[in-house]
């Protein structure tokens, strides 16, 4: 497993990243994906999912309570050397770039992917989107891009205390929907995109009336290990207040992308 050093700023103490690079392939079932190294915990943390070998399932939710809608936050703000990409899974940005790395304690098996921050510092504020894992921050803790930090304090301060909160997103059109590459009818793994508010859980159905709920897992999919079968799907998704969005989706293909026919309020 490689590891990543980054540091945060020129001022502020070197940090350790590690993070599991997820081959192409890596997902079939039957082999073991990557896993992602909590630094701070000092340990290793892998798990499979129902009686496969595939990464990081937490059983149909997040490993822990996710950060709540408008809870307020407290920590200690840095940079590092972002493009968008990450333990996320989601696609390079473009700047000007308003992204952040969470903590481990409050990271939640991915829960809080796509979610974005209000964050205020000593000279500013900025809201960010969550696109990656912090394992050596601690909680209240988060790591942004260049372009947000700046916006907080000058570069050079390097580590700044700030607060946050989870605010909805400043998102337009629909929800969006990719299946993972390596999906197939047998083993199917799709994300959500675009999404105003953190998603809850994600159901699926071959026939639109009998939902079958699928495993978040810490790299920001959601999988079921039998797949969804060669047909058209329907997918549920439940927003972290409860809303709820139900799609039809084409038949599974690696790498499509579509879009949803609403968005959350």
Known sequence: MPLMIRSPAPTAPPRLRAQAQLSKRALFPGLRAAVL???TLGTLACSGGNGGDGAGPSGGGPAADPVPLGDPRS?????????????????????????????APDWS?????????????????VTVRIVDLCPECSSGDLDLSLDAFTELAPQEHGRVPIEWTLVPCDVSGPL???????????????QIRNHRLPIARVEWSADGS??????????????TESGFG?????????AIDGQVLEDELPPVQELLEVAGAAQFR
């Open 109 to 125: 098996g991915s829960a809080s992917c796509g979610a974005c921050a209000a964050v205020t510092g000593p000279e500013g504020s």
């Open 75 to 103: 920590g200690e703000g840095t940079y590092y050397d972002a493009d968008g990409t990450g333990a996320c899974a989601f696609d390079a940005g473009k700047s000007p770039l308003r992204v952040a790395a969470l903590n």
């Open 37 to 39: 190294l909590g630094l």
């Open 210 to 223: 009998t939902f079958e709920a699928l495993e978040r897992t810490d790299y920001n999919y959601f999988l």
């Open 176 to 190: 969006r929907y990719l299946y993972k590459d390596g999906s197939n009818p047998w083993w199917t793994a799709i």
């Open 230 to 238: 060669e047909g058209r799907v329907h997918v549920r998704v439940t």
